[in-house]
């Protein structure tokens, strides 16, 4: 039998299976109606498995109409026939025994009858949530594996490109190395191309980290907020004050640098004012460091602080809501302080992260220790 006609059946199954028991419950029942000379009983009787197994024949029309693929609607119709063995069988086996045992057993056919019918409908409900958790399991599943995919090729054709990139700032900053301008402008070039490496390279680090998928280990908060305030003092006007403790171990990984990028970003971005300056304070607490990131800019609304970096926000909270994210996925907070430390007005975004253990932190690395600012 051909695939796809093999799973279509599974509705017509279904129905075929409801529709032989509802004429044999009728058939039977008609037969008791005649012998008894009476249609109370047997009626009664007749509704109790004729329409159950009704109900297996109108489930079978909606499984046909459901938007489950041809396969999990199949996977639907064994469920259903199994419950029909099921509980067919089991009761089966108690009419047996007492059979064996010489006993009275009386309407055993109306019993199996019974048995049949509603085993097909528990049979069908339990198969229906089955199919649809393994049809969304596995869409999951192939959206996982486009997205991983995607990311991996995106990734090549990325550090391809910035390849080319790095090699023609590193020929201007030769060939111009008596215009200064032009040098430091082709530094600038390289040493952002530097950092988009270090993006790409930990990309299939934040994509586990979203998933939930990630392994946590000991990072350096004060470090890496050092290396965020000088790159991006280094790349833009704005003035990058740090006041930083030696050391700051949490509990995170690569893509902590992710977090601190984006907030300073985010706080040059969205200074308007002709001095721009932002300030980066870690406090190293007994349980937990705190990141603080302040600006003189315009700051957020009171109303607007609440859902700036929640999903679906109608302010440009896009560098907020990475933060946001991967901050939560580390088992910490984010949230926008009321007050401005950075100026006038201006906002200031608190982020709360676990402190990494005291061994786990001793094993910190040389190069993660903090950059003074």
């Known amino acids: 039998m051909d695939t796809h006609r093999r799973w279509g059946v599974g509705p017509l199954a279904v129905a075929s299976v ?14 008791e109606a005649a012998t008894l000379d009476s249609l109370r009983g047997p009626a009664i009787a007749l509704l109790v498995d004729g329409a159950p197994a009704v109900g297996l024949v109108y489930a079978g029309y909606r499984l046909e109409h459901t938007d489950l693929d041809a396969e999990y609607q199949w996977l639907v119709a064994v469920w259903s026939l199994g ?57 999951a599943q192939r959206a996982g594996d486009a997205l991983a995919f995607v990311n991996g090729l995106v990734r090549h054709d990325l550090r391809n490109d910035m390849q080319v990139i790095r090699a023609y700032a590193g020929e201007i900053e030769d060939a111009d190395a008596e215009d200064d301008e032009v040098a430091d402008h082709a530094a600038v070039v390289r040493e952002k191309t530097e950092e988009a490496f270090e993006r790409i390279e930990t990309a299939g680090s934040l994509a586990k980290t979203v998933a939930g998928e990630a392994e946590y280990e000991p990072v350096d908060l004060a470090a890496v907020a050092g290396d965020a305030a000088a790159s991006v003092e ?31 970003e985010n706080a040059v971005e969205h200074n ?27 700051g957020f609304a009171p109303d607007e602080r609440p859902t700036v970096y929640r999903p679906g926000a109608e302010t440009d909270g896009g ?55």
Do not use: C, K, M, W
């Open 18 to 31: 409801g529709a032989v028991l509802a004429a044999t419950a009728l058939v039977h029942h008609a037969a």
């Open 83 to 139: 419950g029909v063995v099921v509980f067919t069988g089991a009761v089966g086996l108690t009419i047996g025994v007492r059979l064996l045992e010489d006993r009275v057993v009386s309407e055993p056919a109306f019993t199996l009858l019974v048995a049949a019918s509603f085993g097909g409908l528990a049979g069908v409900v339990a198969g229906y949530y089955r199919a649809r958790a393994v049809a969304d399991a596995t869409r």
């Open 234 to 264: 280094a790349a833009t006007a704005a003035t990058v004050r740090t006041d930083l403790p030696e050391r700051a171990p949490v509990v995170a990984n690569a893509g902590l640098r992710s977090v601190v990028d984006n907030l300073v």
């Open 272 to 298: 308007d004012s002709a001095d721009p300056h932002v300030a980066l304070t870690v406090e190293d607490g007994d349980d937990a460091v705190t990141l603080t990131v302040s600006d003189n800019g315009p």
């Open 319 to 373: 560098g907020l809501r990475i933060a946001a994210t991967l901050v939560d996925r580390y088992g910490g907070d984010l949230r926008i302080a009321d007050d401005g430390r950075g100026g006038d007005d201006g906002a200031t975004v608190v982020v709360t992260l676990p402190r990494a253990d005291a061994d786990d932190a001793a094993a910190l690395r040389p190069d993660q220790r903090a950059v003074g600012g």
